[in-house]
Nanobody
Framework: QVQLVESGGGLVQPGGSLRLSCAVS????????MAWYRQAPGKQRELVAA???????NYADSVKGRFTISRDNVKKTAYLQLNSLKPEDTAVYYC??????????????WGQGTQVTVSS
């Protein structure tokens, strides 16, 4: 059973920073692309940042220059560094990974989400 477990969310003041982590566990052969999405109350889930297995990244315009996605392929973990946080960054952040399991199936996996609240 492949699982994604996020951690690192919390309450932070505007201008503050957080670091989110997403650890992949289970019987997998390889992890392809990994990404972070977020969903604010009353809004659709949106892509925040994505990273390929080779390390190429892309970001939503709203977070460019403030957020950084990275990954450790040995630890099977992705990270999202959130700097210069704004109240509009408040949302549940979800980790996503495309994995190839031991049965050679390509599957799309999601974590349970971690809450980020930016407020003074």
């Amino acid at each position: 059973q492949v699982q994604l477990v996020e951690s690192g969310g919390g309450l932070v003041q505007p201008g503050g920073s957080l670091r989110l982590s997403c650890a992949v566990s289970g019987s997998i052969i390889r992890i392809s692309n990994m990404a972070w999405y977020r969903q604010a109350p009353g809004k659709q889930r949106e892509l925040v940042a994505a990273i390929t297995s080779e390390g190429s990244t892309n970001y939503a315009d709203s977070v460019k220059g403030r957020f950084t996605i990275s990954r450790d392929n040995v630890k099977k973990t992705a990270y999202l560094q959130l700097n210069s946080l704004k109240p509009e960054d408040t949302a549940v952040y979800y980790c996503n990974a495309i994995v190839i399991d031991i049965d050679a199936r390509l599957t799309d996996r999601w974590g349970q989400g971690t809450q980020v609240t930016v407020s003074s």
